[in-house]
């Protein structure tokens, strides 16, 4: 049975400091370094031999990774990065403490947008532009749903890494907070309102097995 091993990024610096990050790339505190140790000594007890790694284009993801791909003693695996496993865009939101957000909009409609599936954020009012997408063609978003989270990580997961997993070939994914739970949606078929009791830790990873189908047949959370 072919394996699939999703895990979240350690703790990063703007987890530590309660705020919005999105796309904005920042770097892992110690502690989130501690939980990709941590992570990856779990990963390493299933002596999993994995044929491809996929991260997204933000450092506390790509960080994290490397660390597993170390610790594993699978280092010379083939990192792909990917924008479309970026965290979900936060829009207006990013940069903003999460208590003062609820402070300003109110509990229920900050619950609204960080845990269901079709609320979108507040918008930016002008789009950022950076190299690593420009020079892509990528449009940074204003602002993202987890349902347009979803869509946009849909294409990768369909034309690269399920393709692989029916070769047989076991895979990793490092990524982040919403675009995991957007994919577990997906390979758990987890209804629209049921989404918002979905949550993913960082430096926890969860393993899928599949059958010659694609289909899951188990899913462990180590711990």
Not at 97 to 103: A, P
């Amino acid at each position: 049975m072919v394996k699939l091993v999703i895990t979240r990024h350690g703790e990063s610096q703007a987890n530590r400091d309660n705020v919005y990050t999105g796309w904005s790339d920042v770097k892992l505190t110690p502690k989130g370094i501690e939980q990709a140790h941590l992570a990856a000594g779990l990963i390493r007890n299933l002596d999993i031999q994995f044929s491809d790694i996929h991260t997204s284009f933000l450092q506390r993801a790509i960080t994290t990774s490397n660390l597993i791909c170390d610790e594993i003693g699978q280092s010379y695996l083939p990192i792909h990065k990917t924008w479309r496993l970026n965290e979900r865009h936060y829009g207006a939101l990013r940069g903003m403490n999460k208590d003062d957000s609820k402070k300003q909009f109110g509990v229920e409609q900050i619950a609204k947008w960080r845990r269901g599936y079709t609320a979108l954020p507040p918008q930016l009012t002008i789009r950022d532009h950076e190299r690593r997408y420009d020079e892509l063609g990528v449009k940074i978003p204003l602002s993202e749903s987890l349902e347009m989270t979803q869509k946009r990580l849909l294409p990768y997961w369909n034309d690269v890494i399920a393709g692989k997993l029916l070769d047989g070939k076991n895979q990793l994914i490092v990524a982040h907070g919403s675009s995991l739970r957007a994919l577990i949606k997906y390979l758990d078929d987890i209804p629209d309102d049921e989404i918002n009791t979905v949550e993913v830790p960082n430096g926890q990873p969860i393993m899928y097995e599949f059958d010659e189908q694609l289909k899951a047949i188990s899913k462990i959370i180590l711990k």
